[in-house]
């Protein structure tokens, strides 16, 4: 009964079968591109198209997202299947797939939270312009090896018809949300193309000569003879890693945006789990595997779709486009598609994070910018959230490492008392010493860590080395309001604790 609930969850049947059906039409330009970048056949990435995204939709944790062939992962499997043959692109797309599904089991989706809003941001951010970049080759074609961009009448009249297909998906949601604007744009491009004297670059020539009808899938047989041997793990792991991770961190990145766009919340183990499954089976089927899609997802969601149906609706579509309508496919306008996906690319940005730039943190400001560069330059996505995380930890680091202060005190007895306030860690460690000046000091101080935090060992071999200080001065230091973690600390560190009234060289360690 939930799985039935899901299928349109927070939605209706009209919109999600719509919705469906435009992400389908939406997803064949895009997954015959990402056969070419991965060197391939365009029915290798139109069936990793409907596999990853009838699987996810099926398994995955976020309803209404969209999967299927990416140009992150064709990148990745590039080099492979130049390297060393198509027979060990899907050996490598079911190890990756594999690895995906071990995250999703050991429950590992959830370090997800651990990437910075600034780094979303970014990531957003850039894939918009990615998206939005993408299209420019279609406004040109190859011809004996050389690109040359349209001139004249040509690019006049795609140039029109795309300016068209983006005042419609404006205007149309104005006076009725009935029908998804994208989706009656493509038909009007459509039926105009046929109209006498309108002559415009259709599906057809980005085929480049080859089809795209196909029947169903069948399993992959012609796989390398040493398949389970040592040589060709070694072929293939490091690529199988790169797909298994490039895919979770755009799938979960994606999953987390739509959570925030639909005020709603996806499991990022269960769709880690779905993805692993779904390029396991891609794999099995001679196609190049893939993740979600950010662009198709926000097709889908700006569409009105909210349940599992779309995605499914779209896989199965699509399919039906691969195996009884690829004549009629490939008779759509380029120019319908391109102007959709700047729609796409117009909606994914995050305007408001150039708005309120004077109100962001400029850590945070200058983090997202570099992520969303790093994104645009070397289209890897896994590259720019590691850079964009580990920045944002060494600002963190950083942050509080300057944050570590005193308050002085003297109490009732005479005795004087240092408040310490901010974390005690690798990074505040010569803060902390410097607080202390132990030869000018008074004969007793307690050190209070009240609204202080010990973080890590350095932390403790600070209080070490500070307790020394005190200790060959023949002064008395006590710690007071020590954690029980810090404590446990300092037990494993072997620190001695106890007190030697003789030499009145002792560090006490008690609660106040």
Not at 26 to 45: N, T
Not at 487 to 502: C, E, G, M, Q, W
Request: with cysteine.
């Amino acid at each position: 009964m939930k799985f039935v609930k899901e299928l349109t969850q927070g939605s209706n049947l009209k919109n999600e079968i719509l919705s469906g059906i435009t992400v389908a039409i939406a997803l064949v330009p895009e997954a015959i591109a990402f056969s070419f970048i991965a060197g391939v056949d365009p029915l290798i990435g139109l069936y990793a198209a409907c596999i990853m995204g009838f699987f996810t939709s099926l398994l995955g944790g976020r309803p209404g997202m969209i999967s299927g062939a990416t140009g992150a992962i064709a990148v990745v499997v590039a080099a492979t299947v130049q390297t060393y043959g198509e027979a060990y692109l899907y050996p490598t797309i079911i190890l990756g797939g594999m690895i995906q599904m071990a995250v999703g089991a050991l429950r590992l989706g959830k370090f997800i939270r651990l990437v910075p809003h600034s780094v979303m941001l970014g990531f957003v951010n850039g894939l918009a312009i990615v998206i939005f970049m993408a299209q420019f080759p279609m406004f040109g074609s190859e011809a004996s090896g050389v690109f040359e961009y349209y001139t004249g009448s040509k690019l006049f009249t795609l140039s029109a018809l795309v300016a068209l297909t983006i005042v419609i998906m404006v205007v149309l949601p104005r006076f009725t949300k009935a029908i998804p604007s994208a989706l009656v744009a493509i038909l009007v491009i459509a039926g105009l193309s046929f109209m006498p004297g309108i002559e415009t670059p259709t599906v057809l020539n980005l085929l480049k000569g080859k089809s795209m009808q196909g029947g169903l899938p069948s399993i992959f047989t012609d796989y390398p003879a040493d398949l389970f041997s040592i040589s060709t793990l070694k072929i293939i792991f490091l690529p199988a890693l790169s797909v298994a991770g490039v895919g979770l961190i755009e799938s979960l990145l994606t999953l987390t945006i739509i959570d925030e766009r639909t005020d709603t919340r996806g499991s990022g183990n269960r769709e880690s789990l779905a993805q692993g499954i779904a390029n396991c089976i891609s794999g099995v089927f001679g196609s190049m595997g893939g993740c979600a899609m950010i662009g198709q997802s926000m097709i889908n969601i700006n569409s009105g779709a909210r349940g599992r149906l779309s995605g499914l609706v779209a896989a199965l579509t699509l399919l039906m486009f691969i195996m009884f309508l690829s004549p009629i496919i490939e008779q759509i306008p380029v120019a319908a598609l391109i102007g959709v996906m700047f729609m796409v690319a117009y909606g994914t940005f995050e305007w408001s994070s150039i708005k309120n730039f004077k109100k962001t943190p400029k850590d945070d400001f200058l983090i997202m910018i570099i992520v969303a560069v790093v994104t645009v330059v070397f289209h890897n996505l896994a590259l720019a959230v590691a850079i964009g995380v580990i920045l944002s930890a060494l600002a963190f680091a950083w942050d509080h490492a300057t944050g570590i202060h005193a308050r002085r005190r003297t109490d009732e007895n005479g005795i004087k008392h240092y408040d310490i306030h901010g974390p005690l860690f690798f990074g505040s460690t010569t803060a902390f010493a410097e607080i202390f000046d132990a030869k000018n000091d008074d004969d007793r101080i307690i050190v209070d860590f009240e609204s202080s935090r010990v973080v890590d060992q350095s932390g403790i071999e600070a209080i070490r080395k500070l307790n020394e200080k005190y200790q060959e001065l023949a002064k008395e230091i006590s710690f007071v309001n020590l954690s029980s973690g810090c404590k446990d600390l300092l037990a494993t560190a072997k620190i001695d604790i106890s007190i030697d009234p003789d030499k009145r060289k002792f560090m006490v360690v008690y609660d106040a």
